[in-house]
């Protein structure tokens, strides 16, 4: 009886052991992982400094906020394809509909074409770097392996209702004659894209 007992525990010894030397998979696969970010990303999510922030969850490396945002405005529907994943690589399109671009001055500039894509190359990593509040730089960080951006996330992409909250803000905090004129007629262009 006590030589199957002791059976019994190198038994599971040896099955924990064994379980914990892999690495677990993924949480989420690469098209999951760009589902979740241009919903967060079209509603406005890094238009603030906490969502930024947030936002560096879904990049190898996403770095600070840029002085002057690039705001790229598509219509509210949008298509991911499906994903070529080549090792621990991946890349994804995001089928678009542009609508315009919105200059730092709060100028709207519609766009000439009428669809487009955004390519995602995402990497499968443990390692990767968070902006925190404060903080001069990224820090690097590890964890369990994820799919992540691999880029600088440069360009902000909104749906209209985002780029309305966007415009109506940044002119409320404007004394520039200039960025309030753009950001009423910007706010007009946005108005007939709903």
Same mark, same amino acid.
């Given at each position: 009886?006590?030589?199957?007992?002791?059976?019994?525990?190198?038994?599971?010894?040896?099955?924990?052991?064994?379980?914990?030397?892999?690495?677990?998979?993924?949480?989420?696969?690469?098209?999951?992982?760009?589902?979740?970010?241009?919903?967060?990303?079209?509603?406005?999510?890094?238009?603030?400094?906490?969502?930024?922030?947030?936002?560096?969850?879904?990049f190898?490396?996403?770095?600070?906020?840029?002085?002057?945002?690039?705001?790229?405005?598509?219509?509210?529907?949008?298509?991911?394809?499906?994903?070529?994943?080549?090792?621990?690589?991946?890349?994804?399109?995001?089928?678009?509909?542009?609508?315009?671009?919105?200059?730092?001055?709060?100028?709207? =500039?519609?766009?000439?074409?009428?669809?487009?894509a955004?390519?995602?190359?995402?990497?499968?990593?443990? =390692?990767?770097w968070?902006?925190?509040?404060?903080?001069?730089?990224?820090?690097?960080?590890?964890?369990?392996?994820?799919?992540?951006?691999?880029?600088?996330?440069?360009?902000?992409?909104?749906?209209?209702?985002a780029?309305?909250?966007?415009?109506?803000?940044m002119?409320?905090?404007?004394?520039?004659?200039?960025?309030?004129?753009?950001?009423?007629? =910007?706010?007009?262009?946005?108005?007939?894209?709903?």
């Open positions: 009886m006590r030589q199957s007992s002791i059976i019994g525990v190198i038994l599971v010894v040896l099955t924990v052991t064994a379980s914990g030397n892999s690495a677990p998979p993924p949480q989420a696969s690469p098209k999951e992982v760009i589902v979740k970010y241009w919903k967060f990303e079209t509603a406005g999510g890094r238009l603030t400094t906490d969502g930024w922030e947030n936002a560096s969850a879904f190898v490396k996403l770095g600070r906020p840029p002085l002057e945002r690039r705001i790229s405005v598509i219509a509210g529907g949008y298509a991911v394809s499906d994903v070529v994943i080549n090792g621990n690589s991946a890349d994804v399109m995001i089928q678009i509909l542009p609508q315009g671009q919105i200059d730092s001055k709060l100028k709207f =500039t519609p766009s000439a074409a009428e669809k487009g955004v390519a995602c190359h995402l990497i499968l990593s443990g =390692t990767y968070s902006t925190d509040a404060g903080a001069e730089a990224p820090v690097e960080r590890t964890g369990p392996p994820e799919w992540r951006i691999d880029g600088s996330g440069e360009i902000i992409w909104l749906e209209p209702i780029a309305v909250r966007y415009v109506t803000d002119k409320r905090k404007s004394n520039d004659p200039i960025v309030t004129k753009n950001a009423d007629q =910007t706010l007009s262009e946005l108005a007939k894209l709903h």
